[in-house]
């Protein structure tokens, strides 16, 4: 039998196990045209929270009593398709079970000889072209100037620091917890990390980290660290907005300070973004991605979670902050 995870109930609030519901299948047959698949990594992430909704969205949401889907590493296993042989590893957006079927619409090959699997996932994959895309056409980084990063320990936000640091910016992560903060300044070349859970006075600590100002501010959180943050933007800010985990799990509409009159006083851009919107980029992003990764000027960290059944969980673990990077299930 075939294992598969179901999306059980939408989720009021954080996620809790329930949510989901495991079942078992008949074992998946390959016809003419398909590959048969094996999962062998599973990508948990945050915007996953959002497709768990019925509320209208970008992408439409996952339906009840339905797999759920996300981005997949898998090995054909039996192939009646000629553009795919036994052995081929491959990545795309696929369900959450041990087996299935494709006709190879979406599905990228990919090569494990120098680089890991997992890092289809992360760093060549979503995340990185995420990070590559959200910071060069929205915060377009010049040198010399101060990066801002929220979220910063996490699988987008380490590498946005990263590219910045390569562009010559002054970079400033926003992170959890005293291990994480250390990472990025030791492991990932930040130039200041700030503990906002130990922080009392976000704003002031911003400040003083960034004496010149915030030209960019790459937002992965939104909440309160946000405000903080553009409470020291300077004029002509850039604002790539990639998420706002904070509120994610909100049952009501969280209310901050109103910030129009920020936005205007300093002429800031702001401008929220899916990866989607560049689509046509990929290619090239993922060339530099690759060239920075061979030339030792990007690293990652990844956090694996062993066992397909433990694949909830991890998504519910992203947050509570107990990943460092990319959060990824080996089956």
Known sequence: MNKVILLNKRPVGKPTADDFKFI?????????????????YVSVDPYLRGRMSSAKS??????????????IVAEVIESKNPDFKVGDHVSGILSWKELQVSD?????KVNSSAIPLSAYLGILGLTGLTAYLG?????????????????????VGSVVGQIGKILGCRVIGLAGSDEKTKMLTS?????????????TDMQSAIATAAPNGVDIYFDNVGGEISDAVLANVNQLARVPVCGAISVYNE????????????????????QGFVV??????FPEAIK?????????????TETIVHGFDQIPQAFIDLFEGKNEGKMVVKI
């Open 288 to 300: 530099q991605l690759s060239i920075w990764l061979q030339e030792g000027k990007l690293t990652y």
């Open 58 to 71: 970008y992408i439409p949401p996952f339906n009840l009593n339905e797999p759920i889907q996300s981005g």
């Open 187 to 199: 492991k990932f070349g930040f130039d200041v990390a700030i503990n906002y859970k130990t922080t």
């Open 135 to 155: 910071l060069m056409e929205i915060g377009k980084p010049k040198a010399g100037e101060t990066l801002v990063v929220s979220g910063a320990a996490g699988a």
């Open 251 to 270: 049952t009501e509409v969280p209310m901050g300070p109103r910030i129009q009159t920020t936005l205007v006083k300093s002429s800031i851009l702001m």
């Open 104 to 108: 190879g619409n979406g599905l990228m």
């Open 276 to 281: 989607s919107n560049y689509a046509a980029k």
């Open 24 to 40: 078992e299948e008949e074992l998946p047959v390959a016809m003419n045209g398909q590959v048969l698949l094996k999962t062998l």
